[in-house]
């Protein structure tokens, strides 16, 4: 099986001590996030365990400990876009990632890591031109380190608007023309632009519509076949790929991304970061009267037998 740590919060960049902590005693506890009383417990062992996936904007503290997953297959996805703190108040210098990027892929090769581009929004500041100037700079930059570079819109999501009242979504001629030209700037550097959750309208232009957290993707990282089960497409059908199982926690992210959908607050996400323990099975807090805890059904699907070529 799956498991992803990155798409409720960064956990390689604010809570790399805990999920090491997990590793070490071999499970960790999971919140329902709609239904906090019923708590999953999931082994972390590579005999059920065939991949753990990391997204994150700031992969550094996880960099001295790569060979504690060195049991574990791993796929990365890196977020690097040009937003500066007015945008991203604690993210890293986009410099600064960009380098941690190349040595996280010298460590877990090419194929194992990808670059985010996302969301895309344009303001005053951050405009089309802007966009296609630093996308260009940032690509050759990290040309040779990575084949897939994953991009998507904005998404006005009801805490996005909350947190960010000015954003606009971007319009289909908007999307096209910036799409049409990263995806030749992206295969000018040897990289597949992906883009996620956008439908197939960019396929046209030469952009890989098929999802990028997908079974194939996965397979050339571990270099081995999955005999994944097959799933229900994610978002209404606009997605295909296969997301596992997450074992983060919203409201609990410290970069406080203006556009971020996984925070409701900045004052909620300081609490919940106060609450975490490093030697909790649960990113925040413990076990309550009234929980429910069952175990997850887990199994290996590597076939080693099947190396792809």
């Not at 410099?95 to 344009?122: C, H, N």
């Not at 908007?174 to 000018?188: R, T």
């Not at 059908?237 to 996984?262: F, M, Q, V």
């Not at 099975?281 to 099947?306: C, H, I, M, Y």
């Amino acid at each position: 099986m799956i498991i992803q740590t990155g798409m409720r919060t960064d956990i390689p960049a604010f809570y790399s001590k805990w999920f090491l902590n997990r590793l070490h005693e071999g499970y960790v506890l999971v919140r329902n996030p709609y239904e906090p009383s019923m708590v999953t417990r999931y082994r972390l062992d590579p005999e059920v365990v065939d991949l753990i996936g990391f997204c994150s904007k700031n992969p550094t503290p996880m960099l001295p400990h790569l060979h504690e997953l060195r049991d574990y297959g791993q796929y990365w996805f890196v977020t690097i876009t040009p937003y500066g703190t007015d945008i991203e108040p604690h993210v890293p210098p986009k410099e600064q990632v960009m380098e941690t990027f190349k040595r996280l892929s010298d460590a877990v090769g090419p194929d194992a890591v990808a670059w985010r581009y996302d969301p895309i929004l344009l303001t005053e500041t951050y405009t089309m031109e802007r966009h296609l100037e630093d996308f260009g700079r940032m690509t050759r930059n990290l040309s040779g380190y990575t084949t897939s570079c994953v991009i998507s819109f904005v998404d006005l999501y009801q805490k996005v608007k909350r947190n960010f009242p000015t954003l606009r979504a971007l319009t289909h001629e908007e999307k096209m023309e910036l799409g049409k030209q990263m995806i030749q700037i992206a295969n000018d550097s040897g990289m597949t632009l992906r883009p996620c959750a956008e439908g197939n309208d960019l396929e046209r232009y030469g952009a890989d519509c098929g999802g990028c957290m997908t079974v194939s993707l996965y397979e050339k990282a571990l270099g081995c076949h999955l005999n994944a089960p097959r799933r229900k497409n994610q978002r209404g059908g606009e997605c295909a790929c296969l997301l596992g199982t997450d074992i983060g926690a919203y409201d609990t992210c410290g970069h406080l991304c203006r556009y971020c959908y996984a925070n409701t607050d900045a004052a909620l996400v300081k609490e919940n970061m106060l609450r975490h323990d490093t030697a909790s099975p649960f990113l925040v807090g413990n076990l309550l009267p009234g929980d429910t805890v069952r175990e997850a059904k887990q199994e290996r699907w590597a076939d080693d037998q099947l190396m792809l070529s």
